[in-house]
């Protein structure tokens, strides 16, 4: 058989793991970026990666990781996934650090370790404040030593736009672009991995990076792949308004001793240093004792805009809060948080050190992606044998990282996006070389009159966008379509403007077609890479908007505040299990529980049967028809969630 | 000076071998902007200060907040990545020219593979046995770890060696940027096991010898990398094994 090979696409966390995982096995791959890998939007993570080490002797154990992230996702998330990812934390934690990862450390030259949103314990391991950028490099590192050798080749500035499939619609290849001659060519390769990212471009300024179109996933879809979760989009409570991005601050500056708080005086013009302790309102504190300022990401943007919104207690009556770290030293700031506290100063002129920030919730993660598969064990793990690992419903099509839908449910929990990415990449890899090695033929031996299809396809494609001569701006209808997701589909849900959404999206898929093509140029022009990229953020936006419109429930960053089911202020998540266990036993009695508890519990019991599933899009041709999948969640019971 | 409008004077260059020139953009100035977001205006409206429609300005950006290291430039004169230059703190006209040690791609985009390559150069990596688990790595102490993520905050920007009078697109330096991270390598427990691998690239052509001490280097790092001392260090190691080589022959 010929030579076989892996093409991966995507050179951040997730794209670099898988390729040094395969490489390792001796197979060979071909690395597409978009940009030099090393520049990827991994670079921006900031806070840390969660393991659940116990280097603080706080009888931390994977087995909490595992249930602090399913309950972070409000249960959607698939759990043998998700054990398996939180059991291997501390082991990648151990790796990234043999490779060189610049971790702080404690006294004793242990890895050190801090707190972050959504746990109790101190369980994220971190690089000053840019871990991703640290363990980007780390990865980029190996990866260029198999480079060296031999067994990696990496082919930058060039655009995934889609899977060459065979006649059964195996994935077989790939079409890419040369972002600098403009070349379009369908490379072989026996599987295709996209590790692309996320999507947050889709919302113009997000915390995001400007390659961050979700356009190789979304192009997946349109070839038939299945769409999970689109609609849970995770918004940062803290980011740093800014005309070109919302810039992250990072939820270590909470893990840290943060403090979020506004005045208690609406449109207080002071000084926030002139305003007294007792005048300053802590409203996480206040409202959740137990996790305060570190609820998970979902909680605190929906308390922000509570209080900027509805309680009109924004900073000078706008849609800020201050978050507060002027109570530690400069010397602890700068050796724990250095980086992010250079760039908020150099960004908006203010030393964070000596005056309160200045934070307002961002889109900033898509916990929905491409469907992709798994096989579990009978104890709950996963088999990392198997070539079915992170497979897209396209055949031989793979995904991982933030390109992918099943680790974090309905909300991720901050610090295990760099695990996610990391844990898919390294676990897929034994898979792919199986389902490779099982191929009876190799991509290499197939006609080449395949590819050629496929190439002659996509350039019949682009031949036509650089035709285009409409009156659209692509750039401007994109500030207009980003304008509508983020005015419609954020952190408050509503089903009468949603529904107005989708027509509206629909409206912008109709003058996509008048867009003008605004240079036709050919050596590197980035105008018809964006013009298609935009068309795939319009589909991609359909997925959003219409998922959200169609579940008519409150789960995680999903809030509809019509379907909200009203927790009793005593009750204890633990009472949903007996619930059950009474019900199944035909024990249960109309006081076997406090009234309203009981009827809080049907209530919720009722929703989750109805909604507890995965939402999956799939392209007929015009826009996503989307299908309800159970979820494994037979591992940890689902229960309502409580962080006060 | 008005602050209605923001004038930008920006060296375009059609491709590798063409001709550049000089094109002008007045654009209406909005608070809080920088030369990113002012390449977006152009963008979606791309008219010069004749009124001409042209082609919208080529630039290379990624994170917009100063950590991947793609959007170096010079602006008004001086090396530094563009999402940082905040309109407000720059003199106008604002010039914008493309990094002059590389070859130009096109307008601001330049190619800076050669930086990547000195990486493979100076065998920037640790080696390792495998990816599967052998526990964790070794204890550090805190001011290791201190000083190795200083060097590690390198983002292959490119602004130490644009500033570099010895670094030019007619010979093979590695700069200053690579020499740093063969110390990063050479200070790690594993990855100083390569050490001497490392010092024979930079005692061979284009190595630390082509190094002039003019300083500009540290002064451009838009992440204050003591990039002297890292060359200093260096200039010590490979010294060191110079001598030891000498007598042992």
Not at chain 1, 131 to 158: F, M, N, S
Not at chain 1, 404 to 426: E, F, K, M, P, V
Request: glycine share 8%.
């Amino acid at each position: 058989m010929a030579k076989q090979r892996t093409i991966v696409v995507g050179g951040g966390l997730a794209g670099l793991a898988a390729t040094m995982k395969i490489a390792e096995q001796g197979m060979s791959v071909l690395l597409v970026s978009f940009l030099p890998v090393k520049r990827s939007h991994s670079v921006c993570a900031q806070g840390g990666i969660n393991g659940a080490v116990n280097i603080k002797g706080e009888g931390d154990s994977p087995e909490i990781h595992f249930y602090d992230t399913v309950k972070g996702g409000d249960f959607l998330g698939h759990q043998p996934l998700c054990k398996d990812m939180c059991y291997h934390a501390p082991f990648i934690i151990y790796l990234l650090d043999r490779m060189g990862v610049p971790f702080n450390r404690t006294s004793e030259g242990n890895l050190d370790f801090r707190r972050f949103g959504g746990t109790l314990h101190h369980r994220t391991a971190f690089s000053g404040a840019t871990t991703g950028q640290q363990l980007l490099y780390a990865l980029d590192e190996q990866v260029r030593r198999y480079e060296v050798e031999g067994l990696v080749e990496k082919i930058e500035w060039h655009e995934y736009l889609g899977a060459v499939q065979d006649a059964d619609g195996k994935c077989v290849g790939a079409v890419i672009q040369n972002l600098r001659t403009g070349d379009i060519r369908a490379e072989r390769g026996d599987a295709v991995v996209l590790a692309t990212g996320g999507p947050g471009v889709v919302y113009g300024r997000s915390t995001n990076s400007v390659v961050c179109t979700g356009t190789a996933t979304t192009s997946a879809y349109l070839q038939g792949a299945k769409y999970g979760n689109g609609e849970f989009i995770q918004i940062h409570p803290t980011a740093v308004p800014g005309r070109d991005k919302l810039r992250l601050m990072s939820e270590s500056a909470r893990g840290e001793g943060g403090r979020v708080w506004v005045p208690r005086k609406a449109n207080d013009q002071r000084n926030p240093k002139e305003i007294l302790a007792e005048e300053r309102l802590y409203f996480l504190e206040e409202k959740y004792p137990r996790f305060g300022n570190l609820v998970p990401r979902d909680v605190g943007a929906r308390e922000i805009y509570d209080i900027c919104v509805n309680q009109g207690l924004g900073i000078h009556g706008d849609m800020k809060v201050y978050l507060d770290l002027t109570h530690h030293s400069r010397e602890f700031l700068d050796r724990r948080l250095g980086g992010i506290l250079e760039i908020y100063e150099k960004f908006t002129g203010v030393d964070p050190r000596e005056e309160p920030m200045e934070i307002f919730p961002a889109v900033h993660y898509s916990m929905g992606g491409i469907w992709t598969d798994y096989t579990r064990t009978a104890d709950g793990f996963i088999d990392h044998q198997s070539p079915r690992n992170q497979m897209t419903s396209m055949e031989g099509l793979y995904a991982a990282g933030e390109a992918d839908y099943q680790y974090h449910g309905a909300n991720r929990l901050g610090a295990n996006s760099l695990l996610s990415c990391i844990y898919t990449g390294l676990m897929m890899g034994p898979g792919i070389v199986n389902y490779i090695k099982n191929q009876k033929e190799s991509a290499d031996d197939l006609p080449s009159s395949l590819f050629d299809q496929a190439q002659q396809q996509w350039q019949e494609k682009f031949n036509n966008i650089k035709k285009m001569n409409g009156t659209e701006n692509p750039y401007k209808l994109h500030a207009e379509l980003s304008e509508t997701m983020m005015s419609n589909v954020l952190i408050v849900r509503d089903n009468a403007r949603l529904a107005a959404t989708v027509a509206k999206i629909d409206e912008y898929d109709e003058r996509w077609k008048e867009v003008e093509c605004v240079d036709t140029s050919d050596w590197t022009n980035p105008v018809p890479s964006f013009v298609n990229q935009l068309y795939n953020m319009i589909q991609l936006s359909k997925v959003i908007a219409k998922g959200a419109l169609l579940r008519d429930e409150f789960r995680g960053a999903h809030y509809k505040p019509e379907f909200e089911i009203n927790q009793p202020s005593d009750f204890k998540p633990e009472s949903f299990p007996e619930y059950t266990k009474l019900k199944a036993e035909g024990g249960l009695k109309e006081n076997s529980f406090k009234p309203d508890h009981l009827k809080y519990m049907r209530l919720y019991e009722e929703s989750n049967e109805k909604w507890l599933k995965s939402s999956i899009a799939t392209f007929n041709g015009k826009g996503p028809d989307i299908n309800y999948e159970a979820v494994d969640t037979s591992l940890i019971q689902p229960r309502p969630r409580k962080y006060d | 000076m008005s602050k209605k409008t923001i004038t930008f004077k920006i060296l375009r260059q059609d491709g590798p071998n063409q001709q550049s020139y000089w094109e002008t953009f007045v654009i209406p100035y909005l608070p809080n902007s920088n030369v990113i977001s002012c390449l977006m205006d152009i963008q979606k409206n791309p008219i010069n200060s004749e009124g001409k429609k042209v082609r919208p300005v080529v630039w290379e950006c990624n994170c917009l907040e100063e950590v991947c290291g793609t959007c170096t430039m010079v602006i008004n004169g001086k090396t530094r990545q563009s999402c940082s230059a905040l309109i407000d703190k720059l003199m106008q006209p604002i010039t914008l020219q493309p990094l002059s040690k590389f070859p130009v791609v096109r307008d601001l985009a330049v190619d800076r593979s050669r930086m990547f390559e000195a990486l493979k150069r100076v065998k920037a990596w640790v080696p390792m046995d495998g990816y599967h688990d052998l526990g964790p790595g070794d204890k550090i102490l805190p001011d290791h770890q201190g000083v190795a993520y200083k060097l590690s905050e390198c983002m292959t920007c490119g602004c130490c060696v644009e500033a570099c009078p010895q670094y030019s697109r007619d010979n093979d330096f590695l700069g200053a940027a690579a020499i740093s991270q063969a110390r990063l390598f050479n200070m790690h427990p594993t990855g100083k096991l390569i050490a001497n691998e490392r010092l024979d690239s930079l005692m061979d052509d284009g190595g630390i010898a082509a190094c002039g001490n003019a300083q500009n280097c540290v002064e451009v790092c838009p992440k204050s990398i003591p990039l002297t001392e890292s060359i200093a260090e260096m200039g010590r190691q490979s010294s060191k094994r110079f001598w030891k080589t000498l007598f042992q022959i």
